[in-house]
């Protein structure tokens, strides 16, 4: 079984940056593509970022130029570095790891 334990959320103003991490315990992370979803009230919860084992990154438009995302394996660890941040990225953000399991989510807040 694999846990997942995210930080980083909170509340920043429009243009703010904040650093997500995801710490993930077990073997399974560094054999793994592991990424970001958010789900805002209402919405259904969508892809932010994926990373492969190998690097290979993927971003939705809604992100690209904006959001980084990157992987320590000797860490297990996955972070999203979120720059510009908008109104619209208000959301629950999630941590997955090899498509199965997910963390429990932060929440960021992006607010005058």
């Known amino acids: 079984q694999v846990q997942l334990v995210e930080s980083g959320g909170g509340l920043v103003q429009p243009g703010g940056s904040l650093r997500l991490s995801c710490a993930a315990s077990?073997?399974?992370?560094?054999?793994?593509?592991v990424g970001w979803y958010r789900q805002a009230p209402g919405k259904q919860r969508e892809l932010v970022a994926t990373?492969?084992?190998?690097?290979?990154?993927n971003y939705a438009d809604s992100v690209k130029g904006r959001f980084t995302i990157s992987r320590d394996n000797a860490k297990n660890t996955v972070y999203l570095q979120m720059n510009s941040l908008k109104p619209e990225d208000t959301a629950v953000y999630y941590c997955?790891?090899?498509?199965?399991?997910w963390g429990q989510g932060t929440q960021v807040t992006v607010s005058s």
């Open positions: 997955n790891v090899g498509s199965r399991f």
């Open positions: 077990g073997s399974i992370f560094s054999i793994s593509t």
């Open positions: 990373i492969t084992t190998w690097g290979s990154t």
